[in-house]
Nanobody
Framework: QVQLVESGGGLVQAGGSLRLSCAAS????????MGWFRQAPGKEREPVVA????????SCADSVKGRFTISRDNDKKTVFLQMNSLKPEDTAVYYC????????????????WGQGTQVTVSS
């Protein structure tokens, strides 16, 4: 069982930066693929990026390439999402998720989810 708690969201002006964190419980964090997803108002949840325990990164959204960076600290059981050059269209609730099996952008493959953290980008 894994419990995930996101933090770091907030209100930022366009062009600004935020760093999201997701702290995990459990003893085998390094074995999990960790993913970031987001859901904007009135839209379906979409994948953003995922990372394996060894640091391999799977990009899931062309719209954030070159602006968002995922990383993880297995010793601290934490995954990060550094978001730079934020745009109003990045406004969403951001969720982290964990998969024990799949290296995937599909939310169907993630069994554990955090409660989400709101990111609002003003123009």
């Amino acid at each position: 069982q894994v419990q995930l708690v996101e933090s770091g969201g907030g209100l930022v002006q366009a062009g600004g930066s935020l760093r999201l964190s997701c702290a995990a419980s459990g003893r085998t964090f390094s074995s999990y693929v960790m993913g970031w997803f987001r859901q904007a108002p009135g839209k379906e949840r979409e994948p953003v990026v995922a990372i394996r325990g060894n640091g391999d990164v799977l990009s899931c959204a062309d719209s954030v390439k070159g602006r968002f960076t995922i990383s993880r600290d297995n010793d601290k059981k934490t995954v990060f999402l550094q978001m730079n050059s934020l745009k109003p269209e990045d406004t969403a609730v951001y969720y982290c998720a964990a998969s024990s099996t799949y290296y995937s952008c599909s939310d169907r493959h993630y069994s554990y989810w955090g409660q989400g953290t709101q990111v609002t980008v003003s123009s």
